[in-house]
């Protein structure tokens, strides 16, 4: 079992940058999956980024691509979200998912495939 516990949120202006952190509790975060998804007032969580038990495969949503960076350290039991030229419609709760690793299973965008969720951190964006 993992327990998860996001920080780093905040206000910044349009074209800003923030780094989100997840931090990881129990001895199997190294064998999980992570990612990020995101949620707005009103709207579906959507998947943001994601990162593979080893680090070694990364995957990003087509709104995030070349601006969001996702990346992790095991020795910490860390997951980083790094975001840059931040927009309004950046604006969400940011949560930090994971899945435990199935070989020769490729990264997940679907909420369902994650077990384990923090309680999210707000990010948002101003004009």
């Known amino acids: 079992q993992v327990q998860l516990e996001e920080s780093g949120g905040g206000l910044v202006q349009a074209g800003g940058s923030l780094r989100l952190s997840c931090a990881g509790f129990g001895r199997t975060f190294s064998s999980h999956d992570m990612a990020w998804f995101r949620q707005a007032p009103g709207k579906e969580r959507e998947f943001v980024a994601a990162?593979?038990?080893?680090?070694?495969?990364?995957y990003d949503a087509d709104s995030v691509k070349g601006r969001f960076t996702i990346s992790r350290d095991n020795a910490k039991k860390m997951v980083y979200l790094r975001m840059n030229s931040l927009k309004p419609e950046d604006t969400a709760v940011y949560y930090c998912?994971?899945?435990?690793?199935?070989?020769?299973?490729?990264?997940?965008?679907?909420?369902?495939?994650?077990?384990?969720w923090g309680q999210g951190t707000q990010v948002t964006v101003s004009s």
């Open positions: 990162i593979s038990w080893s680090g070694g495969d990364t």
């Open positions: 998912a994971a899945a435990p690793q199935v070989p020769d299973t490729p990264l997940s965008d679907s909420p369902r495939r994650y077990a384990y």
